[in-house]
């Protein structure tokens, strides 16, 4: 029994290892040993040439690779399209499916993609293409089409920032009229607005199209006035464009050609970056010298280098001597295999290596039909598939290969190639091509080669990640060889080629034809200073101008402006040349030059003379001044005499005569008649100050009186604008201004106040006035009203501009004249020409329009405040220096006094009233005296208080602290009243009189010891 257990044991552990040793062979084999995918493209095309050899050498490539499909053998179904969408719908497409592929490379053609991808929804099926770059593919409607290119808008907006670098700003565009055609120029039409461009003209040709039919578009765009072409074609037809255009003589100077990446494509030989070596093949380069092209942008690798070398030695298979074209859509297309294999691997690792197809009950053919419908299968697997498809992440031969989706997997910017750039081609000399800038959607426009990143998001280096900030950034381009062998840039639009001159209307004038009118007498039928200046401006244009001018109105009665602009908006007129005011309403249906002169509204009035006021005397200040430079007077009197006093006998006497002495010098200094003098440093200071600003202050009364009495003899009731809204007299303007609209929608004038007028009953009605019919005022444009006044000096204006505006040159919306012609206008301004012309026609004459105009202008304290304000700082710092001194002099003496007091008493009383001080001084120093007295009393006095005394000791104090204060006060203002000279004098004499008595006392403590 226990052999038998073990036995059996042993015999379950064999079996063990050997199931561990199958399993992994087992579930290898699970994965299918050969996947198929299609390959949907025309063979003949010039696309498909280079794609098919490409898709080949790619699937090679696959089956080599130990890493991708391990153990599972890719291959590849091609179906040709015959370069035809019937054919590429039924025949290929739907043949294609019948085989039962897992993914489709291609197609090559946006037409049949728009139709095969209904195909592929319904069978589940993703399309990876390669060359369809229509952007309406990119729809939601659309879900299994993957593009593994990048899409038309991205180099429509390479181009519309080119169109924005040189300044143009209307594009014509010539396309193939078909699904891949229509969406690219939508695409450019977004991209120029955004560049404030548009596509004046589209000339959409047939697929297919004649020598015969191209030439007649290209007839057609040659008589609109855009030079700047964008040619959207196919490879395989683009270049009988350029050879239509050759032979009409349309690849000449002052053409701009701008062709996409067809044709690099086309006619540029390699994929590599353009250098001067690259040739031009199969095509005369004379057909398309001077053209921009664009060309997808790839790195360099090591890997491309190999596949375009492995490409320029592969032989087509339907030619034996031909060699593959190598062009960018070549190395899509194998980059397109290699991302249907990386997601196939993927799919087969998460699928467990399950693929099955299965029939759809809604997909069968009706009765009769040979499409054999039925035999289409659905992939089941086929979403489980799409999802890695999406999430590729390789780097292949056109660098790093992904996609970027929006935040929420939806929306426009899903499932698109990452890292857009273009280079731009230009083609010059003897056929050899120049790459003259790259463009990425981060760069823009640069002569640097992009940074691409892996995740597809915006260089390190790069500082612009909103697409306004990619506008605004500077874009730069090397040297462009146009058409004709030139490298001045195109002008980039012409006159339209009918034979005709520009037709200019122009303004029947029935006055003041100084502006504009009718001429006889001149070949252009009329003159004036308008005209002048418009004829100036055109020789300043780098190119010739024919115009004929065309009157509008009737000759009777001045024409309307408005109906003037409104025939430049409709067509009739190509430009408007005049006295036409620059407006709102006017500039939303027309484009103005810049102003060649200014023209605002002024109101113009009648003068009336009237006699002076009795009191006009008093009107120069405001009763604020007048009170504010009579209380000034007083007080620069006031403070003289402060200064004054103890050093100027003039200053001083009785009180009244002090007081009379400084009023008098306080007005007196008005009129620069004061009689006193000024002796000390401080007083003759302020007197200064003071005469400076009643210097300023009188002039400025002069001034101001003589302009009132002078007004007041001009002027009106009415002072400006304000004055004339707020009465109801009628109000006259000129017939076919727009004054009369803008009084009634902007400033609230009834139109019943408003009387329409021709300018030469002006002043009649004017002199009328309202009560006899006329007006109150004429409301004009200030060129017409300088004019007017310069013959009619009893007329002013009233007030001033009450609107700011100025005279242009009227063109339609867009005209690319209207800005060569203000730049134009500009240039005269500088030179000085535009105001020769200016006084050449409009004279003004010797009436002043503004003579003694508006009311008076009253002088107030705001006026003067500075002045008031360093003359009274002046006058503080004077009296703060002059007691500062007073009260160290004070102090001086006040100290003499109590030390020198007894001694100097027993002298006087020895000298019997002969010392050697005089009276005055003698009184000096029996003030310092008594205020020791003072002192020495109020102390005996509290001390016969005693202690009986009711108040205590702090009572005393304060109350001793008192009375030394009252008789110091007392003190100080007896000394402040003595002359300065006696003060010093006595300061001198006291000085002498302590070093006497201390030689004295010297002399007679030495007396008994002397010999």
Known sequence: MASSATTTSTTLLLRLL????????????????????????????????????????????????????????????????????????????????????????????????????????????????????????????????????HDDSFQMAAIADI??????????????????????????????????????????????????????????????????????????????????????????????????????????????????????????????????????????????????????????????????????????????????????????????????????????????????????????????????????????????????????????????????????????????????????????????????????????????????????????????????????????????????????????RTSYREFVSKDDTSKDGVSGYCIDVFKAALQQLPYPVPVSFVLFGDGVTSPSYDELVQNVADGFFDAAVGDISIVTNRTRVVDFTQPYIDSGLVIVSTVMARSSDEWAFLKPFTPELWGTFVGFCIFIGAVVWILEHRHNEEFRGSPWNQMRTMFWFSFAAVFFSQREETVSSLGRFVVIMWLLVVLIITQSYTASLTSILTVQQLSTGMQGINDLLAGNDPIGYQQGSFAGSYMIKELGVKASRLRELPIDEYADSLQRGPSNGGVAAIVDEMPYVELFLSSNCQFRTVGQE???????????????????????????????????????????????????????????????????????????????????????????????????????????????????FPDKEKSLRRLARQTSTRDLMSTKEEEEDGGGSPFPDKEKSLRRLARQTSFRVRDFMSFVDMKESEVKSAMRSSSTSSKSMGQSHSDTSDGPSSP
């Open 802 to 916: 009450f609107t700011k505006s100025g005279w242009g040159f009227a063109f339609p919306h867009d005209s690319p004249l209207a800005v060569d012609l203000s730049t134009a206008i500009l240039k005269l301004s500088e030179s000085g020409d535009l105001q020769r012309i200016h006084d050449n026609w409009l004279n003004t004459g010797t009436c002043d329009s503004t003579d003694g105009v508006g009311g008076p202008v009253r002088l107030s304290v705001a006026n003067f405040g500075g002045l008031f304000l360093i003359c009274g700082v002046a006058c503080g710092v004077a009296l703060l220096v002059y007691f500062a001194r007073i009260l160290f002099q004070f102090c001086q003496y006040h100290r003499h006094g109590t030390s020198d007091g007894a001694k100097e008493e027993d002298e006087e009383e020895d000298d019997g009233g002969g010392g050697p």
């Open 163 to 508: 169109v924005s670098l040189y300044g143009w700003r209307e594009v014509t565009a010539f396309y193939v009229d078909d699904d891949y055609g229509r969406g690219g120029v939508v695409a450019l039409a977004d991209a120029l607005e955004a560049t404030r461009a548009r596509l004046s003209y589209k000339a959409a040709f047939p697929p297919g199209a004649d020598r015969a039919t191209l030439a007649d578009l290209l007839q057609r765009a040659n008589s609109m006035e855009s030079r700047v072409f964008v040619v959207h074609a196919s490879p395989d037809s683009g270049l009988d464009v350029f050879a239509a255009a050759h032979d009409l003589g349309m690849m000449v100077a002052e053409y701009a050609w701008i062709a996409t990446d067809w044709l690099a494509a086309a006619a540029i030989d390699g994929a590599g970056a353009a250098s001067e070596s690259n040739n031009i093949q199969g095509v005369e380069s004379n057909n398309i010298q001077g053209v921009l092209t664009l060309r997808q942008y790839t790195p360099d690798s090591d890997a491309k280098a190999s596949l375009v070398s492995r490409l320029a030695g592969a032989e087509q298979p339907s030619n034996n001597n031909a060699t593959a074209v190598v062009n960018a859509y070549s190395l899509f297309a194998y980059d397109s295999v290699w991302i249907a294999a990386h997601a196939i691997d993927q799919f087969l690792d998460e699928a467990g290596g399950n693929v099955t197809f299965s029939a759809d009950p809604n997909i069968r053919d009706a009765n009769g039909s040979a499409l054999r419908l039925s035999a289409l299968r659905v992939f089941d697997q086929g979403e489980q598939l799409l999802r890695k498809v999406m999430l590729a992440n390789f780097t292949g031969v056109t660098g790093r290969v992904g996609f970027q989706f929006d935040a929420d997997g939806n929306g426009p910017g899903s499932g698109i190639l990452i890292n857009p750039a273009y280079e731009i081609l230009n083609v010059g000399g003897t056929g050899g091509v120049r790459r003259v800038a790259y463009w990425s959607n981060y760069t823009r426009l640069s002569v640097d080669a992009p940074t691409l990143l892996d995740d597809g998001g915006p260089p390190p280096n790069s500082s612009s990640t909103t697409p306004q900030q990619q506008k605004d950034q500077q874009q730069q381009m090397s040297n462009v060889t146009w058409s004709g062998g030139t490298t001045t840039t195109p002008r980039g639009w012409a006159f339209a080629d009918n034979g005709q001159p520009l037709r200019i209307g122009v303004p029947y």
């Open 18 to 149: 050997c199931l561990c040793t199958v399993l992994p062979v087992a579930l290898q084999a699970a994965r299918p040993t050969n996947i198929t995918i299609g390959a949907l493209f025309a063979f003949d095309s010039v696309i498909g040439k280079s794609a098919r050899t490409a898709i080949q050498l790619a699937v090679d490539d696959v089956n080599r690779d130990p890493t991708v499909l391990s153990g599972t053998n890719l291959s590849v179904v091609l179906q040709d399209t015959n370069c035809s969408g019937f054919a590429g719908i039924i025949q290929a497409g739907l043949e294609l499916m019948e085989k039962e592929v897992v993914a489709v490379v291609g197609p090559q053609s946006s037409v049949i993609a728009h139709v095969v991808t209904h195909v592929a929804n319904e069978l589940r099926v993703p399309l990876v293409s390669f060359a369809a770059t229509d952007p309406a593919l990119a729809s939601t409607q659309y879900p299994y089409f993957v593009r593994a290119v």
